[in-house]
T-cell receptor, first 116, second 111 residues
């Protein structure tokens, strides 16, 4: 059982370049999330989705875009990479949302992104 | 919105001793409080959670307590072992909203 799969695991970008971080889950979860993790700062929510075709901003959405065309996939797009976007990015999924039964959020292994 | 504070940021204990990590939250509507463990190079993994209708929950050496009046909850690890060394995150969620995380506690268990 693969769970939540993120690709790539590592990436170095130059300032101004763009890239897409891929996230796929095989648990048929409705809810998916993107967090970024900076040293000593915990995990901050970038975007989330409650189902295919529905996305919403989190705490730190600036500089990112997302789409959710299928239940399984939730890619995160960086259009103009900036040094401030150097971070570790985690994708997660859950069903149903936190607060209800069976609400564990499953995380991927992360993507370490460096912008130089 | 919800704000979660976590203390301490680092914690060192001798093997076999207990470890306690504390969190406070701001939104009285929060009703779900999970704890995640993150090992080096991996994603966070749920170790225990508690809901607002319960004051305490235990799973072997791990326990969590919740005080809704004071808006704080704590993780207790007894008989610590070297494999407990990791970063621990608390989180809170008000009624289906995405999890809001604390800043994490780096626990080191010294053999």
């Amino acid at each position: 059982n693969a769970g939540v799969t993120q690709t790539p695991k590592f990436r170095i970008l130059k300032i101004g370049q763009s890239m897409t971080l891929q996230c796929a889950q095989d648990m048929n979860h409705n809810y998916m999330y993107w967090y970024r993790q900076d040293p000593g700062m915990g995990l901050k929510l970038i975007y989330y989705s409650v189902g295919a075709g529905i996305t919403d901003k989190g705490e730190v959405p600036n500089g990112y875009n997302v789409s959710r065309s299928t239940t399984e996939d939730f890619p995160l797009r960086l259009e103009l990479a900036a040094p401030s976007q150097t971070s570790v990015y985690f994708c997660a999924s859950s069903y149903p949302p936190s607060g209800g039964p069976n609400t564990e959020a499953f995380f991927g292994q992360g993507t370490r992104l460096t912008v130089v | 919105g919800e704000n979660v504070e976590q203390h301490p940021s680092t914690l060192s204990v001798q093997e076999g001793d207990s470890a306690v990590i504390k969190c406070t939250y701001s939104d009285s509507a929060s009703n779900y409080f999970p704890w995640y463990k993150q090992e080096l190079g991996k994603g966070p993994q749920l170790i225990i959670d508690i809901r607002s209708n319960v004051g305490e929950k235990k799973d072997q050496r791990i326990a969590v307590t919740l005080n809704k009046t004071a808006k704080h909850f704590s993780l207790h690890i007894t008989e610590t072992q070297p494999e407990d060394s990791a970063v621990y995150f608390c989180a809170a969620s008000p009624h289906g909203a995405p999890l809001v995380f604390g800043k994490g506690t780096r626990l080191s268990v010294i053999a």
